[in-house]
């Protein structure tokens, strides 16, 4: 069973900086994407940043330049480094992950994690 643990959340005032990671588990042999979203109390969750195999990112209009994500496809570990964070960028942060192949062939279209916090205060 594949699984995606978030960490790193917390509470830092704005203008300050954290680094979330999401560590993949799960006899995995490849995986096509993986990105981190978000969902603030009463929003929708939205996309924050996509990174696909082979190194291409997608980012929210939102967080371009202040946001930072990055992969290790040998640990597959991904990171979101955030800075100049904002009291907009308040919300839940989700690990998620597409196209997922572990050992033996199986394959996971889609795989969430149970997400972090973020808490921006102004």
């Known amino acids: 069973q594949v699984q995606l643990v978030e960490s790193g959340g917390g509470l830092v005032q704005a203008g300050g900086s954290l680094r979330l990671s999401c560590a993949a588990s799960?006899?995995?042999?490849?995986?096509?994407?993986m990105g981190w979203y978000r969902q603030a109390p009463g929003k929708q969750r939205d996309l924050v940043a996509r990174?696909?195999?082979?190194?291409?990112?997608d980012y929210a209009d939102s967080v371009k330049g202040r946001f930072t994500i990055s992969r290790d496809n040998a640990n597959n570990t991904l990171y979101l480094q955030m800075a100049t964070l904002k009291p907009e960028d308040t919300a839940v942060y989700y690990c998620?992950?597409?196209?997922?192949?572990?050992?033996?062939?199986?394959?996971?279209?889609?795989?969430w994690g149970q997400g972090t916090l973020v808490t921006v205060s102004s």
């Open positions: 799960g006899s995995i042999f490849r995986i096509y994407a």
């Open positions: 998620n992950a597409l196209g997922v192949t572990v050992s033996g062939g199986m394959r996971y279209p889609e795989v």
């Open positions: 990174i696909i195999t082979g190194g291409s990112t």
